[in-house]
């Protein structure tokens, strides 16, 4: 933990010096998950060319490390400092929802830099209503209590994946932000929403859908572009709404518009995870 403590406390421009560092070990010796950030390109763009893939592949291990050393900065990353670097568009659209006295899911993913994301979004709404954070445990029990250590760093607060039912049920009348990240992997059951993305079948979670239309919860959009390195945008956009945008096709209006996104900005996504590992199999 010290030696990550110790890197948050570096200037940015020494911080990216050891991000482009990272780039050349993990990506032109090591080939860290190579194959597999390979495989998905080519899958999710069977029209580009092999120079037109090999482009965004190079672009995007550049931008994973320099995710990697600007979430690491968090642990001394002043607001102010974040504010400058995050900006946020349409955040009055999250607050007139939280003004209606209910819990907002906010469904995210992970663009660059996801991690910003939430915390900015905290300091937007001047951290007058709670946000959560929903997230799945890390295998490895050090990582995991650094990860929490940082995504709490500007007072948000963590909820695990497997308790989200039960706590939003529980508490939905108070007015708070619920942020998923709701590209990640689903488990893998008949419940699961399967759709077309980015040219193959995949599966995605239907859990924040199923509560937003059970509680009449409204559901917003935010979904975050790479303006330059170091600096962000993030902008928010309503997704449902109970008497203002009755669109119960929650899922799948998230999962075109991350496409799109995905499609404009492809070296912004996280093409490391293994997206696509599971398969349909009823």
């Given amino acids: 933990m010290l030696i990550f403590s110790f890197l948050a406390y570096l200037p940015f421009w020494c911080l990216y010096i050891l991000a482009d560092f990272l780039y050349v070990l993990a990506y032109h010796i090591i080939g860290y998950r190579k194959k597999v950030v390979w495989q998905n390109l080519q899958n999710s763009f069977p029209k580009k060319s092999e120079q037109e893939l090999k482009k965004i592949q190079k672009q995007f291990y550049r931008h994973l490390f320099e995710v990697f050393v600007e979430t690491l900065k968090i642990l001394q990353l002043s607001p102010k400092e974040l504010q400058k670097r995050v ?116 599966a995605f979670f239907t859990g924040a859908e199923k509560i937003a239309l059970k509680l009449k919860l409204p559901v917003v959009l935010g979904l975050g572009v790479r303006v330059k390195r170091g600096h962000y945008l993030l902008r928010f956009e309503d997704m449902y709404h109970p008497t203002e945008l009755p669109d119960t096709e929650i899922t799948e209006k998230y999962v075109r518009l991350l496409e799109k996104q995905i499609q404009e900005t492809p070296s912004d996504w996280l093409w490391s995870h293994k997206r696509w590992k599971k398969k349909r199999n009823f």
């Fill in 87 to 202: 900006q946020v568009k349409n955040i009055e659209i999250v607050r007139k929802r939280l003004e209606e006295g209910k819990a907002l899911v906010i469904l995210t993913s992970h663009l660059f830099n996801w991690e910003w994301y939430s915390l900015a979004t905290s300091l937007a709404i001047e951290k007058k209503y709670p946000i959560f954070f929903v997230y799945q445990e890390l295998s490895s029990p050090f990582f995991d209590k650094l990860m929490l250590k940082i995504r709490t760093h500007f007072e948000a607060k963590a909820l695990k994946m497997q308790n989200i039912l039960k706590d939003v049920i529980q508490d939905h009348k108070s007015p708070r932000v619920v942020a998923l990240l709701a590209d990640q992997s689903p488990a893998g059951n008949e419940k699961d929403h399967w759709t077309t993305f980015l040219h193959q079948d995949t």
